[in-house]
């Protein structure tokens, strides 16, 4: 999804003509001869490899323009598919809204476009769409059918924002950091957030961890890295440096809800981070002819908006908006940085390296924030900065001073 912008859709009559046969409802059959996630380790096989041209990219290689447009071809698909099973659930239930789950459900591209181009009113996706949003399910039929209690629906959303895990008493917070010796602050409210506005509005990177931890794939603010998105760096940096992935990834804006519509051409909530938008066009900036004429990757590092850092190379963003009654401090947060920099937006990316779970505990949250560039670390009320720091030392590292000759 995040590779596809880059590419152009070559292969897309290659799929459709020899991986998938989509019917007009959204019914598809796959051909599995060519794949091997049934029956082996690999998702697809050699007769796979043979379509396309050549093996799979191998991890950490460069990534050419035949992925990208392998990418794009098989968004192109995905988002056809996608539309027609919406269209033919409409016309066969006439509802006028829809909910979504499971993995394809992550897709927020095709959701962006569910909600422009489908019948329905609205659309509402389960936070943690994932397989993981199963057991929520699961809880749900013990509850409803199993011990028969009675449905109560409030027409809101009863997720509350997704906030659902454990959170961290400034005590175990305090008693974390005293054993590894760390030094920081401990700021109300009304001082944090305006330190942090500045700390950001110079272009630091944050890690923010308080309340209570987020259910499901993405941050949303309480298990987040924070920055700020004017800045022509700031993707980059995250990414190399932060998270250690992939440069072309693109970041997602968290904004205040009352002002996502100034800023994005979407006028509802978006609260899990799973719609598309673009991003206002008053706020893109032209391109230079020099500019257009560049392909593939080589787009990466134009400045698309005066919100650069979270605006995609086709001009989208995958918006999270940031609601006062559920999360009060990020809100709070957003309301500082726009008081400093006239901008309700920042970016949040989730609060971990690639390859590792989402930070839960304090001691997550630390490790993390020394293991990597980040600058400063919000853990509730505590503020602490790198640079006064100890020295970080992984476990075992105690065994080099005891090493005999």
């Known amino acids: 999804m995040g590779l596809a912008p880059y590419g152009e859709p070559r292969y897309v009559d290659l799929i459709q003509d020899n991986l998938i046969d989509i019917k007009e409802d959204g019914s598809f059959r796959l051909d599995m001869r060519y794949f091997n996630y049934a029956t082996g380790l690999t998702m697809t096989n050699s007769r796979f490899d043979k379509l396309f041209g050549g093996p799979p990219r191998k991890p950490e290689s460069d990534i050419s323009q035949r992925e990208m447009d392998i990418a794009r071809s098989i968004q192109v698909v995905t988002e056809e598919v996608v539309l027609k099973i919406v269209r033919s659930v409409h016309e066969e239930f006439d509802v006028d809204y829809l909910c979504l789950a499971g993995g394809v459900a992550l897709n927020c591209v095709s959701n962006g476009r569910i909600l422009r181009e489908s019948p329905f009113r609205d659309i509402w996706i389960q936070p943690a769409a994932g397989d993981a949003g199963g057991a929520l399910g699961a809880a749900m039929s013990v509850w409803y059918e199993y011990l028969e209690n009675p449905r109560q629906v409030n027409g809101h959303d009863s997720m509350q924002g997704a906030y659902l895990g454990p959170h961290f008493s400034d005590d175990e917070i305090s008693t974390y950091l005293d054993s590894v010796g760390a030094v920081c602050e401990k700021l109300d409210d009304d001082l944090l957030m305006p330190r942090l506005a500045d700390i950001l509005a110079d272009e630091n ?49 968290a904004v205040k809800a009352e002002r996502v519509s100034d800023w994005f051409e979407i006028d509802r909530p978006s609260p899990y981070m799973l719609l598309v938008a673009p991003v206002r066009t008053e706020k893109r900036l032209a391109m230079t002819a020099e500019q257009q004429k560049l392909f593939g990757i080589e787009k990466l590092n134009i400045p698309r908006s005066e919100i650069p850092a979270i605006t995609h190379v086709d001009y989208s963003a995958r918006i999270q908006t940031v609601h006062d009654d559920t999360n009060p401090r990020f809100h709070k947060l957003l309301d500082a940085f726009e008081a400093k920099t006239g901008c309700p937006v920042l970016v949040n990316t989730s609060f971990n390296v690639r390859g590792e779970p989402i930070v839960c505990t304090p001691e997550d949250a630390y490790r993390c924030f020394m293991r990597t560039e980040m600058d400063y670390l919000v ?9 006064e720091q100890p020295a970080w ?7 080099e001073e005891y090493e005999l000759d």
Do not use: H
């Open 379 to 387: 853990l509730e009320n505590y503020l602490l900065t790198k640079t």
């Open 393 to 399: 030392r992984e476990e075992g590292d105690w065994r």
């Open 205 to 253: 990177v944050v890690g923010w961890s308080g309340g209570r931890m987020e259910f499901g794939p993405r941050s949303l603010g309480c298990r987040s890295i924070i920055g700020d998105p004017r800045s022509q760096t700031m993707q980059s940096v995250m990414n190399l440096k932060i998270k250690c992935r992939e440069s072309f990834r693109p970041f997602a804006p």
